[in-house]
């Protein structure tokens, strides 16, 4: 089975992948259906030239072709084999792939693509690619259906050199005419640059990245961090106040228990005078009894014989009368009890106003959203004055020390260890928290700056501005703006004007560059975490300047 199957592919037509039908071959030594062949040379009989598809070896005139009778013989033998296979369908070319520039008939799909040749090729037609020495020089890429893009439209070359100057891909003719005196370069080696800052922005963006993961982790844990509060909160004031309702319903409890102890007693004491008095009551009437008796008897002899006997009248251990006042026996209770209830109405509303500003301190330290417009960016605008101890020799301050102006001989400073002694640039007095915002009015280079103070005053690169991790800065030129920030720059695409702004969201780690014109424009946005107050900052270069505009 391998040997016919290695039979088949020996005897196959390298441009339609069939069984060779009427053999030639060719005087490079390679074999083709004679209609492929023709069909291939049909098309480059405009540039005079025929080449091999597999090895490119080029014949003028065009060869003669005569089919090759033992390449037939041997066809016709492995027809006989009925082992002859066509491609499975995956094999071919659909809608969506890029196909095989060389298959004729239904097309494969192209496994590369080669950027010198400018086709496509399938597994079959790429092999000499693998095979040939001047071809395995050439560039393969993935499939591409877009490398006609690569050839000049004008001059049909291929275009390997970049114009700078109209940022464009050219061929070498392009060079020698229109773009004659242009900046030029390699497109090959435009493309290393460019992946370079492609590198670069990309970094930039995974940093972003991670940071924004950060700050959604950090929020997260925030989040779960204020649901935990809130919920441990609810539950321990739950149990607080379940705990002062059974205090109270205790006490309502006790209170009822005391009443009911206490009426019993009374009413005791009560029951047994009115029992007393009943007994007394009793012995007054047998006494009045016997004193009637005597009193009936008529014999006077008799009667004074008796009224000796008779017993004396006891004395009554109560007064002569009881006298009903009119008490308020246990409504006292009911007043005490009330004065109760108000005392607590008092204690609970003054102590629900602490709890209610409590509630409303609770704070998750997130900061307001960024104004959009500079009216409302206005409202945190922070007046900035130029530190002259942090000056170097070069600048100039005026205006109130709001303005620096870089000058052509060294200015008369007093030694200070917060001066900048290597870049001519300057510091604030005023240290920055919180959310601020101010404009400044710019003439030639300037770098508008924030930093921390304790930024580096001397040491080439240590201390300027942009080239480490303790300082942001703008780069304000005549044609464009930069940011750097640790050594790594930013192109930034945006409006040049004479004055730009900055706002500052210190605890939200936010910092913005806006271009003011009759628009306001951002230009660049840091979202960061700063660990220290950070200081407004310039620097200027020759013969420029920068002010601090007054809020308005």
Same mark, same amino acid.
């Given at each position: 089975?391998?040997?016919?199957?290695? $039979?088949?592919?020996?005897?196959?037509?390298?441009?339609?992948?069939?069984?060779?039908?009427?053999? !030639?071959?060719?005087?490079?030594?390679?074999?083709?259906?004679?209609?492929?062949?023709?069909?291939?040379?049909?098309?480059?009989?405009?540039?005079?030239?025929?080449?091999?598809?597999?090895?490119?070896?080029?014949?003028?005139?065009?060869?003669?072709?005569?089919?090759?009778?033992?390449?037939?013989?041997?066809?016709?033998?492995?027809?006989?084999?009925?082992?002859?296979?066509?491609?499975?369908?995956?094999?071919?070319?659909?809608?969506?792939?890029?196909?095989?520039? !060389?298959?004729?008939?239904?097309?494969?799909?192209? %496994?590369?693509?080669?950027?010198?040749?400018?086709?496509?090729?399938?597994?079959?037609?790429? *092999?000499?690619?693998?095979?040939?020495?001047?071809?395995?020089? #050439?560039?393969?890429?993935?499939?591409?259906?877009?490398?006609?893009?690569?050839?000049?439209?004008? #001059?049909?070359?291929? +275009?390997?050199?970049?114009?700078?100057?109209?940022?464009?891909?050219?061929?070498?003719?392009?060079? +020698?005419?229109?773009?004659?005196?242009? $900046?030029?370069?390699?497109?090959?080696?435009?493309?290393?640059?460019?992946?370079?800052?492609?590198?670069?922005?990309?970094?930039?963006?995974? *940093?972003?990245?991670?940071? /924004?993961?950060?700050?959604?982790?950090?929020?997260?844990?925030?989040?779960?961090?204020?649901?935990?509060?809130?919920?441990?909160?609810?539950?321990?004031?739950?149990?607080?106040?379940?705990?002062?309702?059974?205090?109270?319903?205790?006490?309502?409890?006790?209170?009822? *228990?005391?009443?009911?102890?206490?009426?019993?007693?009374?009413?005791?004491?009560?029951?047994?005078?009115?029992?007393?008095?009943?007994?007394?009551?009793?012995?007054?009437?047998?006494?009045?009894?016997?004193?009637? *008796?005597?009193? $009936?008897?008529? $014999? #006077?002899?008799?009667?004074?014989?008796?009224?000796?006997?008779?017993?004396?009248?006891?004395?009554?251990?109560?007064?002569?009368?009881?006298?009903? /006042?009119?008490?308020?026996?246990?409504?006292?209770?009911?007043?005490? &009890?009330?004065?109760?209830?108000?005392?607590?109405?008092? %204690?609970?509303?003054?102590?629900?106003?602490?709890?209610?500003?409590?509630?409303?301190?609770?704070? !998750?330290?997130?900061?307001?959203?960024?104004?959009?417009?500079?009216?409302?960016?206005?409202?945190?605008?922070?007046?900035?004055?130029?530190?002259?101890?942090?000056?170097?020799?070069?600048?100039?301050?005026?205006?109130?020390? /709001?303005? &620096?102006?870089?000058?052509?001989?060294?200015?008369?400073?007093? /030694? #200070?260890?917060?001066?900048?002694?290597?870049?001519?640039?300057?510091?604030?007095?005023?240290?920055?928290?919180?959310?601020?915002?101010?404009? !400044?009015?710019?003439?030639?280079?300037?770098?508008?700056?924030?930093?921390?103070?304790?930024?580096?005053?001397?040491?080439?690169?240590?201390?300027?501005?942009?080239?480490?991790?303790?300082?942001?800065?703008?780069?304000?030129?005549?044609?464009?703006?930069?940011?750097?920030?640790?050594?790594?720059?930013?192109?930034?695409?945006?409006?040049?004007?004479?004055?730009?702004?900055?706002?500052?969201?210190?605890?939200?780690?936010?910092?913005?560059?806006?271009?003011?014109?009759?628009? +306001?424009?951002?230009?660049?946005?840091?979202?960061?975490?700063?660990?220290?107050?950070?200081?407004?900052? %310039?620097?200027?270069?020759?013969?420029?300047?920068?002010?601090?505009?007054?809020?308005?």
């Amino acid at each position: 089975m391998e040997q016919n199957q290695l $039979d088949r592919e020996t005897l196959s037509c390298s441009i339609c992948l069939d069984l060779l039908k009427d053999p !030639v071959t060719i005087p490079c030594g390679h074999s083709y259906c004679m209609k492929c062949i023709n069909t291939h040379w049909d098309g480059e009989d405009q540039k005079g030239i025929h080449s091999c598809p597999q090895c490119r070896e080029t014949f003028k005139p065009r060869p003669a072709l005569k089919k090759n009778t033992m390449l037939a013989a041997l066809v016709e033998q492995l027809k006989k084999t009925g082992l002859q296979a066509a491609p499975a369908d995956h094999c071919y070319a659909g809608p969506e792939d890029v196909a095989c520039d !060389v298959c004729t008939g239904r097309k494969l799909k192209a %496994i590369k693509s080669c950027l010198v040749c400018l086709a496509s090729y399938c597994e079959k037609h790429l *092999q000499p690619h693998y095979d040939s020495a001047p071809l395995k020089k #050439h560039k393969l890429v993935e499939p591409s259906r877009n490398l006609q893009e690569n050839i000049c439209s004008r #001059h049909d070359e291929v +275009m390997k050199i970049f114009c700078r100057t109209d940022q464009k891909c050219i061929c070498y003719l392009c060079l +020698m005419d229109d773009h004659k005196g242009h $900046d030029t370069i390699p497109a090959a080696a435009e493309r290393t640059e460019r992946q370079r800052e492609l590198q670069v922005r990309r970094e930039n963006i995974q *940093q972003r990245i991670q940071d /924004r993961e950060k700050d959604v982790k950090l929020l997260q844990q925030e989040l779960e961090a204020i649901n935990h509060s809130a919920d441990k909160t609810v539950e321990d004031s739950e149990k607080i106040f379940t705990e002062l309702i059974r205090l109270i319903q205790k006490r309502s409890t006790d209170v009822k *228990q005391q009443i009911r102890s206490q009426q019993e007693t009374v009413g005791s004491r009560v029951k047994e005078l009115q029992e007393e008095l009943e007994q007394e009551i009793t012995e007054l009437k047998r006494k009045d009894a016997e004193l009637k *008796q005597l009193s $009936d008897i008529e $014999d #006077h002899s008799q009667f004074l014989n008796n009224y000796p006997s008779l017993s004396a009248l006891s004395e009554s251990t109560h007064s002569s009368s009881i006298k009903i /006042r009119p008490l308020s026996y246990f409504e006292d209770v009911t007043a005490a &009890v009330s004065e109760l209830r108000y005392q607590l109405q008092d %204690i609970l509303r003054d102590a629900w106003i602490n709890v209610s500003l409590r509630l409303t301190e609770v704070d !998750v330290l997130l900061s307001e959203p960024e104004p959009k417009s500079r009216a409302g960016f206005l409202k945190y605008s922070r007046e900035i004055t130029l530190d002259p101890n942090t000056a170097n020799n070069e600048l100039l301050l005026s205006e109130g020390n /709001r303005k &620096v102006t870089r000058m052509n001989q060294p200015q008369s400073y007093s /030694r #200070h260890p917060d001066r900048f002694t290597d870049y001519s640039q300057v510091l604030s007095r005023e240290s920055l928290t919180g959310q601020c915002y101010w404009e !400044v009015e710019w003439r030639e280079d300037v770098y508008v700056v924030v930093a921390y103070k304790n930024i580096s005053r001397a040491g080439r690169g240590e201390c300027g501005f942009g080239f480490n991790d303790k300082s942001w800065a703008l780069i304000c030129s005549q044609n464009s703006h930069e940011f750097v920030h640790n050594r790594i720059g930013t192109s930034i695409s945006g409006p040049v004007s004479s004055r730009v702004a900055v706002y500052l969201d210190h605890r939200a780690g936010i910092l913005s560059f806006y271009s003011i014109s009759k628009t +306001m424009t951002l230009l660049h946005r840091v979202q960061t975490t700063f660990t220290q107050p950070l200081h407004a900052g %310039i620097w200027v270069g020759l013969r420029g300047s920068a002010e601090f505009c007054k809020p308005k």
